[in-house]
């Protein structure tokens, strides 16, 4: 009984909480929170400031750099109007301008040498049809001995009609050759057909001259017949060469440089050995009549045929290079 009792104690004081005072403690708290607020809330603000200032760094970068770079004109698409063409990428309308120096593009019409070509090969198939015999004796003389040349020359010379026809086929083939030539190698600049017709008459005047001197020749020295033949030679070569060189005007008027340039090189090889024909066929002819050697012939060839031929050619050139 004198023991203290605890029990009861212990049990009044559960049954009764005892109650603190958390008046300090909850202020205290308050303030320690709102430190800490107010110290994340000074973070976020410096962060904030530090990213616009990065952001006003970036943005003062790109705009330099974006000064710096050369502005592109700013191109309006019209595409209501025939304007939209005007932005075209392969029509530079809105670039500078190039200054360029051309000439104008000289239209080389060929119509007019088509059609004279076209008329030499209408007077040879009227030669080839109309007389077809003439035609084809003067071919078949080259071929024939002395004796059937006489007898082929005698009906030749029956034609007269015929061998002023030929005649004049050499003449125009010839001289359009001669023209087309001076043409190819660019010797003068004269008119195609100022230089045609000079061409043709110079032939047509150096071989009538050149009939009358050897008819005169004749006469004077009492050689007719020597002469004749010597004559008949020449004039025969001359008609063979006329037909002969007309594929070759065909050549030179409308084919290439190439082509042309053959064309001229077997063209004088097959007019040399026509020449070289012709004068041996000659030197055979008056050989037995006139009784002359070869070295006669050679000097007479030198005196009326080369040195006449050279100084044609000589004054020709002469007066092309001071026409250029």
């Known amino acids: 009984m004198a023991q203290t009792d605890t029990t009861s104690k212990i049990e009044t004081t559960r049954n009764h909480p005892v109650t603190i005072p958390i008046k300090n403690l909850s202020v205290k708290k308050v303030i320690a929170d709102t430190a800490q607020r107010e110290f994340a809330d000074s973070v976020l603000q410096a962060d904030s400031l530090h ?17 710096a770079v050369p502005q592109k004109p700013v191109v309006v698409y019209d595409t209501s109007t025939y304007k939209k063409y005007q932005t075209h990428p392969y029509l530079p309308l809105h670039k500078q301008a190039i200054y360029m120096l051309i000439d104008y593009r000289k239209a080389d019409s060929k119509d007019e040498l088509f059609y004279l070509m076209a008329g030499v090969i209408l007077i040879l198939a009227f030669i080839r049809v109309t007389f077809s015999k003439y035609f084809r004796n003067i ?18 010379l029956q034609d007269n009609l015929a061998s002023l026809l030929t005649n004049f086929l050499f003449v125009i083939s010839a001289g359009l050759y001669i023209t087309l030539i001076i043409r190819y190698k660019n010797l003068s600049n004269i008119s195609f057909w100022w230089l045609a017709g000079g061409t043709a008459v110079v032939l047509l005047a150096t071989y009538l001259i050149k009939y009358l001197f050897i008819l005169f020749t004749g006469w004077v020295f009492n050689s007719r017949e020597a002469a004749g033949s010597y004559v008949f030679v020449v004039f025969m070569v001359n ?3 006329g ?26 090889g097959m007019i040399l050995l026509l020449f070289g024909y012709r004068y041996w066929v000659s030197f055979i002819a008056i050989r037995n009549k006139l009784k002359v050697n070869a070295l006669h012939f050679f000097l007479y060839l030198c005196a009326v045929e080369l040195l006449p031929l050279v100084l044609i050619y000589k004054i020709l050139i002469n007066y092309f290079t001071g026409s250029l």
Request: hydrophobic share 55%; no cysteine; net charge positive.
């Open 51 to 67: 990213i616009a200032k990065k952001m006003a760094d970036s943005l003062k970068a790109d705009s330099i750099r974006k000064a």
């Open 139 to 156: 071919f078949l003389l080259f071929f024939q001995t002395s004796l059937r040349q006489k007898q082929t020359r005698d009906q030749l």
């Open 239 to 241: 008609k063979v060469m």
């Open 243 to 268: 037909v002969m060189l007309i594929p070759f005007l065909l050549i030179l008027s409308f084919s290439g440089p190439q082509m042309v340039s053959v064309a001229v090189t077997v063209s004088a």
